[in-house]
């Protein structure tokens, strides 16, 4: 009978220690994986420190302008700019790049673009191949960004729901549609 009463006394000195508030997540996400729903995570993970609700945006077709840095001209002393236009179809790929009213296949969109506007430059990007995500990770920002309207055939768009954990480290979890579908570290 003593045993019982001792191990029933640590059970509750335990539960009211700080293991009672234990989160095994945000430090161990090896309990959860791609496609786990949100309900099933926050069962495993415990309550996130803080939640995000939104829509995602439609896929549209969209042109974005860039001002970027001329290449240097040994006979003229003022630095003037290019203008560059990148346009994505409404699958969000690459469809067309202008660089002064001239088309290319590909080009580097860097604060310091070179003569030869070829593949396998930094920040290059290319016609088909990039993406809305690549193209401003390579090229930043936009100045000026002009979307088109959606399609009536275009897909409903999901809603998304972001869970903050505080970590070490902060993790956010991100779901569509109630699915998890990425973990931002």
Known sequence: MKIRSAVTISALLLSTTPFA?????????????????IQQIIATCCAPTSQKKYKAEPLVPQKWTYY???????????????????TFDDSGKVSNIM???????????????????????????QVGIDTLESV????????????????????????IMELQYAG??????????????????
């Open 21 to 37: 508030d234990f989160c095994p997540c945000p430090s161990n996400f090896n309990l959860i994986k791609i496609g786990d729903p």
């Open 168 to 185: 070490p480290p902060p993790v956010i979890l991100k779901f569509e549609d109630g699915k998890l579908t990425e973990i931002k570290k």
């Open 99 to 125: 660089v002064n009213a001239q088309s290319l296949a590909t080009t580097n969109c860097g604060t310091s673009p070179t003569m030869y506007f070829g593949m396998n430059t930094p920040n290059s990007i």
């Open 68 to 86: 970027i840095t001329a290449p240097a001209n040994p006979s003229d002393t003022t630095q003037g700019s290019v203008e560059m236009t990148v």
């Open 136 to 159: 401003k990770k390579a090229c930043g920002t936009a100045k000026f960004i002009a979307k088109g309207a959606p399609s009536e055939d275009a897909p409903l768009t999901p809603e």
